[in-house]
């Protein structure tokens, strides 16, 4: 203990008493080997007491009272005078103690140890692994019911779909020519709401009726459907439902098979309003090439000067018209007129 070697040269004096029913005789202490030494006034030792064994009996009063651990009985009393005595077994018994082991106090910091890793783990991982396995074990059925509540909700906003007959069939026609990764897709073309198409979890698209009758060419509302295509094949709807609605609405689903209708509500208005995921040039060239869509039509469509969308312009993969077009003339004329008047 290197802090002995301060205090090995100090005398002080006290009063000693073996046991309880003894007088107390005048004591000269001084530090030892790591020992407190107690002899009487001849020189003569009384006691050797073990400094990581000394105790104090009264804790800040005073004067000083010390004892041997697990005896109580035997006492050395330091008056005030002894401040200096007083102060140096003090240090050295706080030495001690700092090098104790501390059981407890390391229960302690394990136990807060694991709670931190438990609110770690609820926090980061139990959200996206709970969103990750609702998406996986939510059968297709379920996507079209829940695509479908949305849609109703959507409706409020966006007007009831178009029906117009003719312009129903041209619909399908364009669906089945650019069809979903599991099937042809259904196509819905509505009055208003929305800003220009969105995709919804069962692989419903909507369309706003702007696409089919201010344009003139029918590549246009294709770019725009193969846009949602490739962003429902790279996001899942599902995923993006409930990683915007949060951890509740993953254990919802997995617990109860539904979703709260204010959170559809919430999100509908989102699907509505909110930011789409930007896809690069080269994701949606893929896409024009795989449908064989021309992109130039698509991309004037998105930016009339054409500034920001260059280079789906200038690597349209069918500038010179595509081999199979998107509807034919009467299709499209049809299609145009699906919302009446």
């Not at 609110?119 to 709970?130: C, D, H, I, K, S």
């Not at 379920?142 to 619909?171: F, N």
């Not at 929305?194 to 246009?220: K, Q, S, W």
Request: net charge negative; proline share 6%; hydrophobic share 45%.
């Amino acid at each position: 203990m290197t802090a002995l070697d301060e205090y090995q040269r100090l005398e002080a004096s006290g009063l000693w008493r073996a046991t309880p029913d003894v007088q107390r005789t005048e004591v000269i202490v001084s530090i030892g080997d790591a020992t407190l030494i107690i002899t009487d006034l001849r020189e003569q030792p009384l006691a050797h007491w073990s400094i990581p064994a000394v105790q104090r009996a009264n804790p800040g009063r005073r004067p000083a009272i010390y004892h041997p651990d697990g005896d109580p009985g035997e006492t050395l009393e330091l008056s005030e005078n002894e401040k200096e005595m007083v102060s140096a077994i003090e240090k050295l018994r706080a030495a001690v103690e700092r090098r104790r082991p501390h059981p407890g106090r390391l229960r302690l910091v394990v136990f807060l140890a694991s709670m931190a890793a438990v609110v770690a783990l609820m926090v980061f991982w139990l959200p996206g692994a709970m969103r990750a396995h609702a998406v996986s074990v939510v059968p297709d059925v379920k996507r079209q019911e829940i695509g479908a509540a949305l849609l109703d909700i959507m409706q409020r906003i966006t007007g009831p779909a178009c029906r117009d007959a003719e312009g129903t069939a041209a619909l399908m026609q364009l669906a089945a020519r650019l069809p979903a990764a599991n099937g042809p897709g259904r196509i819905i073309v509505v009055r208003g709401g929305v800003r220009d198409a969105t995709h919804l979890p069962g692989g419903t698209i909507l369309v706003n009726r702007a696409l089919v009758e201010d344009h003139e060419d029918p590549d246009v509302v294709a770019g725009y459907i193969i846009a949602e295509r490739l962003r429902s094949e790279r996001y899942d709807p599902l995923e993006e439902l409930l990683e915007h609605k949060g951890f509740w609405a993953s254990f919802q689903l997995l617990t109860t098979g539904e979703i709260r209708p204010e959170l559809l509500q919430s999100y509908a208005q989102h699907l509505l309003t909110g930011d789409k995921t930007v896809l690069s040039d080269e994701v949606m060239l893929l896409g024009f090439r795989s449908w064989s869509v021309r992109s130039t039509p698509y991309a004037f469509a998105v930016d009339i000067s054409g500034e920001t969308t260059l280079g789906l312009i200038e690597a349209d993969p069918f500038v010179d018209g595509s081999p199979d077009p998107v509807l034919s003339d009467a299709n499209w004329v049809r299609l145009q007129g699906i919302c009446g008047s």
